[in-house]
């Protein structure tokens, strides 16, 4: 079996080493990039059976390499952050392993690889048998949701998905600041909810924040990377994370 694995931090990478020889042994191969520019080399010269990708590189996020090469080789991304988990299953994403992970997070990762493609014999993943994987999972995830079930003391009531301003993480819970400056309690995580967004029209700008872009009313420069934006009916300004700037930037520029 040849494997890529692309991480750039050094302990993650010998840590998931380990965990591959505890459930494959000496059964593979692979080959080892820290960086965009390692992973074009690779990917341009190599034919790989699985990549398992951290998603922040040191130059960059490793979706950038992946949307410029013809790829047909399922990818297990491993990353400190979930607001890349709906572009991981657009791209050729078979799993996705939240750090810090486990023994049992990866390896449960590969055993979805191998119920997925264990019909396969050759070292190499015919197209037909990819495509049509990443279109049932593109399919499923182009169902956006559009209305949210809202439970209260009052009672129940329909909040529309394009009236939502700011999702702001609240726990287990994340509080939904509609157009009217109402706030509405919703018992699902940001990443949860995220998930189930256009991500055309939502961002995540930071750990505990999802913005929907109709309503930025201006955006400002601010220190460190960071952004500094105004959401209209909303008083307090929000800002961008020094790690999801570069990413916000384009996808204001769709």
């Known amino acids: 079996m040849y494997i890529l694995i692309i991480e750039d931090e050094i302990p ?3 840590k998931l080493c380990a965990i591959l020889k505890t459930y494959i042994g000496n059964s593979y191969t692979y080959d080892w990039a820290r960086s965009n520019s390692e992973v074009f080399h690779f990917l341009e010269n190599n034919t790989y059976e699985l ?17 410029k090469v013809d790829l047909q080789t399922p990818i297990v991304f491993c990353s400190a952050y979930d607001e890349y988990l709906f572009k991981a299953f657009q791209s050729n994403g078979i799993a996705y392993i939240l750090k810090p992970y486990t023994e049992d997070d990866v390896i449960q990762a590969l055993s979805k690889f191998k ?6 014999k050759s070292s190499f993943i015919p197209v037909k048998v990819f495509s049509d994987l990443k279109s049932v999972v593109n399919n499923e ?8 079930v809202i439970k209260s003391k009052k009672g129940i009531h329909l909040l529309e998905t394009h009236t939502i301003v700011l999702v702001e ?3 287990d819970f ?3 600041i509609d ?10 995580n940001i990443g949860g909810i995220y ?3 256009d991500p055309l029209k939502f961002f995540r700008i930071n750990r505990s924040q999802l913005i929907q872009l109709q309503y930025i009313q201006s955006i400002e420069n601010h220190f460190k990377n960071r952004l500094l934006l105004t959401l209209e009916t909303y008083k307090e300004k929000v800002m961008t994370s020094s790690s999801t700037t570069a990413n916000f930037r384009l996808w204001l520029d769709q």
């Open 115 to 120: 119920m997925l493609f264990k019909s396969v």
């Open 195 to 197: 998930a189930l967004l």
């Open 179 to 188: 157009i009217h400056g109402k706030t509405h309690l919703y018992s699902l």
């Open 174 to 176: 994340c509080k939904l």
């Open 141 to 148: 995830s182009n169902s956006y949701k559009e209305r949210f």
């Open 51 to 67: 990549i398992i990708s951290d998603v922040q590189l040191l130059d960059g996020i490793s979706f950038d390499v992946f949307e």
């Open 169 to 171: 993480a609240e726990g």
């Open 12 to 14: 993650a990478f010998e």
